[in-house]
């Protein structure tokens, strides 16, 4: 990997290494530090800034203790079976027990009659407030230095990890006791909002390092946004719209007064849909324009009155990032099948909060506080456990397409794939909502075959001239092969249940109530895990301390 560049590579040592730079990874490195291990964290961009949290507001799943069993049943049932009712207890603790350590740290949450009212951040100011506080606790953090590929010690536990620095043109190498993987999901380079660093290359190190993914049928969430400023997708105004056609005709799209989420993709396969905010109440506006003005910004600055006005929308794809599938967790600690390798946010499957539906909003960002911190804390545990000399252990690279070619007939002057053409390539297969919303077994299949080809262009010599191009190639590398797991973990999932739609199966089977765990590099395959839990009456107090689940 940038082997011209290699006398110039940095060389660093950590007992805990966090790759990441949103909510989660900014938690799970103040856990860790918290336990008394020297901390590393490594990002793709600036931390603080860069990712989907940064980039607008958000809720927080953090009800009062008193309404805990109304919004832990509510998540239950929203995840139709598949959902782990003692892992939502968990969730909604943790995160109501953190909150108050943000404020704390200087984040000013806002007060009603002299209390705080902790139900939602500012992205900008959280993450600032967060960064802020890594510092503080001397944790180190390396911006603009994405990682790509983990490295493994002689008995397969996690040693550290590598990576680029753009600002310096050179390669890094951390050696680590443990790795927290907290660098999103992926959304397929989509343009919504604040993931574009999310492109799934977490989850590619975590399967080339011997772990597995889980739930990746649930990788096709799409958010509404306005088409003429695809990127905001922040749907909690649209509430309040109503929907016509390219005539004026009025499309409906409310089910019981609450917005149909399946009235937008089938009515954009017959033609434009517009919207016009015109139900929202004077209240209301002022709640759009302060509360969700990333939402309100695209019609102010195109001169548009929402409110009076007709705009075309659209549905942009948000992947995993709002979707539920990701590396496997198999403990409590959030550590993986790999020893030493811990995920969390995105990155980690939210299939034991969500099952296979959205956690999109306050549920996805109560997970990143909470799975955040406990894979710190597991990090720094296992760290520990491996005693002083841990980084002296031998250490081999396990990154393989996008950054070193397998094919043995290569030579210097062999033409290096086009990163480019592979995105649009794994795009063109992604994105459509008649392919990958609406979903079908001879569709998959088509689409399938074409990702095989495009896995096959990245085994080619990746460009590798400047630290751009060594991103760049594994990037590529990383959006096939999640765009391949996604779809072939929805081939093998013959239901219609929650994000997962398949039209040739268009109801929900009671008798598939598994997770289905996929890997593989070359060769791609799934596995049931049967969920052994007898289906609960929420609201429950349980006392189960793993996840009981049964492999086929």
Same mark, same amino acid.
């Given at each position: 990997m940038l082997t011209t560049h290699s006398e110039n590579e940095l060389q660093l040592t950590a007992d805990v290494l966090v790759i990441g730079g949103g909510p989660a990874a900014a938690w799970a490195a103040w856990a860790a530090a918290s336990q008394g291990v020297k901390v590393i964290i490594v990002d793709k961009g600036f931390l603080g800034t860069s990712g989907a949290a940064a980039a607008s507001g958000n809720g927080i799943m953090a009800p009062s203790p008193e309404n805990w069993d109304k919004v832990v049943s509510e998540r239950y049932r929203s995840g139709k079976n598949l959902a782990n009712l003692r892992w939502i207890e968990r969730v909604v603790e943790k995160t109501w027990l953190s909150l108050p350590l943000v404020e704390d740290w200087g984040y000013r949450f806002p007060k009603e009659n002299g209390e705080s009212v902790r139900q939602s951040y500012y992205g900008p100011e959280y993450m600032r407030v967060l960064r802020k506080n890594l510092l503080r606790v001397g944790v180190q953090i390396f911006d603009q230095s994405p990682a790509l590929e983990l490295l493994l010690a002689d008995d397969g536990s996690v040693a550290g990890a590598r990576g680029v620095q753009r600002q310096h043109h050179r390669t890094y190498t951390v050696r680590a006791g443990a790795v927290v993987l907290a660098n999103g999901g992926c959304a397929f380079l989509s343009k919504a909002l604040g993931c574009n660093t999310n492109t799934g290359d977490g989850l590619l190190m975590a399967v080339e390092a011997g772990g597995e993914l889980s739930s990746m049928e649930a990788s096709n969430h799409y958010a509404i946004s306005t088409a003429f400023n695809a990127t905001v997708t922040r749907g909690v105004p649209f509430g309040w719209a109503s929907f016509s056609d390219e005539a004026g005709n009025? /499309?409906? #799209?409310? *089910?019981? @007064?609450?917005?149909?989420p399946s009235f937008l993709p089938n009515a954009l396969l017959k033609g434009p849909v517009y919207a016009r905010l015109d139900r929202a109440t004077a209240e209301v506006k002022a709640v759009i324009e302060k509360s969700h003005f990333i939402s309100y910004l695209p019609?102010?600055?195109?001169?548009?009155?929402?409110?009076?006005?007709?705009?075309?929308?659209?549905?942009? /794809?948000? #992947?995993? *990032?709002? @979707?539920?599938?990701g590396i496997r967790l198999t403990d409590d600690s959030c550590g993986t099948k790999v020893p030493g390798l811990y995920a969390a946010g995105d990155a980690a499957s939210r299939e034991f909060l969500a099952g296979l539906a959205s956690g999109g909003g306050g549920p996805n960002a109560a997970w990143a506080i909470s799975t955040g911190q406990w894979a710190g804390v597991g990090a720094a545990t296992f760290a520990k456990s491996l005693g002083a000399h841990a980084n002296e252990r031998f250490a081999r690279p396990t990154g393989q397409a996008g950054l070193r070619s397998p094919q043995v007939d290569k030579t210097p002057s062999s033409a290096s794939f086009d990163s480019e053409a592979i995105v649009r390539g794994v795009q063109n297969e992604m994105l459509p909502l008649e392919k990958n919303h609406f979903r079908s077994e001879q569709q998959l299949l088509d689409s399938l075959s074409k990702l095989e080809k495009l896995w096959e262009q990245v085994q080619a010599n990746p460009k590798q001239d400047t630290v751009r191009d060594v991103e760049f190639s594994r990037r590529a590398a990383s959006l096939t092969a999640v765009a391949r797991w996604a779809y072939f973990s929805g081939l093998h999932r013959t239901e219609t249940r929650s994000e997962h739609i398949r039209v040739d199966y268009p109801e929900t089977d009671p008798n598939q109530r598994y997770y289905q765990a996929t890997g593989g590099l070359e060769r791609l395959w799934v596995r049931r895990d049967w969920i052994a839990d007898e289906i609960a009456t929420p609201p429950v107090l349980t006392t189960q301390t793993t996840p009981s689940v049964s492999k086929l």
């Amino acid at each position: 990997m940038l082997t011209t560049h290699s006398e110039n590579e940095l060389q660093l040592t950590a007992d805990v290494l966090v790759i990441g730079g949103g909510p989660a990874a900014a938690w799970a490195a103040w856990a860790a530090a918290s336990q008394g291990v020297k901390v590393i964290i490594v990002d793709k961009g600036f931390l603080g800034t860069s990712g989907a949290a940064a980039a607008s507001g958000n809720g927080i799943m953090a009800p009062s203790p008193e309404n805990w069993d109304k919004v832990v049943s509510e998540r239950y049932r929203s995840g139709k079976n598949l959902a782990n009712l003692r892992w939502i207890e968990r969730v909604v603790e943790k995160t109501w027990l953190s909150l108050p350590l943000v404020e704390d740290w200087g984040y000013r949450f806002p007060k009603e009659n002299g209390e705080s009212v902790r139900q939602s951040y500012y992205g900008p100011e959280y993450m600032r407030v967060l960064r802020k506080n890594l510092l503080r606790v001397g944790v180190q953090i390396f911006d603009q230095s994405p990682a790509l590929e983990l490295l493994l010690a002689d008995d397969g536990s996690v040693a550290g990890a590598r990576g680029v620095q753009r600002q310096h043109h050179r390669t890094y190498t951390v050696r680590a006791g443990a790795v927290v993987l907290a660098n999103g999901g992926c959304a397929f380079l989509s343009k919504a909002l604040g993931c574009n660093t999310n492109t799934g290359d977490g989850l590619l190190m975590a399967v080339e390092a011997g772990g597995e993914l889980s739930s990746m049928e649930a990788s096709n969430h799409y958010a509404i946004s306005t088409a003429f400023n695809a990127t905001v997708t922040r749907g909690v105004p649209f509430g309040w719209a109503s929907f016509s056609d390219e005539a004026g005709n009025d /499309l409906g #799209g409310y *089910v019981n @007064g609450r917005r149909d989420p399946s009235f937008l993709p089938n009515a954009l396969l017959k033609g434009p849909v517009y919207a016009r905010l015109d139900r929202a109440t004077a209240e209301v506006k002022a709640v759009i324009e302060k509360s969700h003005f990333i939402s309100y910004l695209p019609y102010k600055k195109a001169g548009i009155d929402p409110y009076t006005e007709r705009v075309p929308v659209t549905l942009v /794809l948000e #992947g995993t *990032v709002r @979707g539920t599938g990701g590396i496997r967790l198999t403990d409590d600690s959030c550590g993986t099948k790999v020893p030493g390798l811990y995920a969390a946010g995105d990155a980690a499957s939210r299939e034991f909060l969500a099952g296979l539906a959205s956690g999109g909003g306050g549920p996805n960002a109560a997970w990143a506080i909470s799975t955040g911190q406990w894979a710190g804390v597991g990090a720094a545990t296992f760290a520990k456990s491996l005693g002083a000399h841990a980084n002296e252990r031998f250490a081999r690279p396990t990154g393989q397409a996008g950054l070193r070619s397998p094919q043995v007939d290569k030579t210097p002057s062999s033409a290096s794939f086009d990163s480019e053409a592979i995105v649009r390539g794994v795009q063109n297969e992604m994105l459509p909502l008649e392919k990958n919303h609406f979903r079908s077994e001879q569709q998959l299949l088509d689409s399938l075959s074409k990702l095989e080809k495009l896995w096959e262009q990245v085994q080619a010599n990746p460009k590798q001239d400047t630290v751009r191009d060594v991103e760049f190639s594994r990037r590529a590398a990383s959006l096939t092969a999640v765009a391949r797991w996604a779809y072939f973990s929805g081939l093998h999932r013959t239901e219609t249940r929650s994000e997962h739609i398949r039209v040739d199966y268009p109801e929900t089977d009671p008798n598939q109530r598994y997770y289905q765990a996929t890997g593989g590099l070359e060769r791609l395959w799934v596995r049931r895990d049967w969920i052994a839990d007898e289906i609960a009456t929420p609201p429950v107090l349980t006392t189960q301390t793993t996840p009981s689940v049964s492999k086929l």
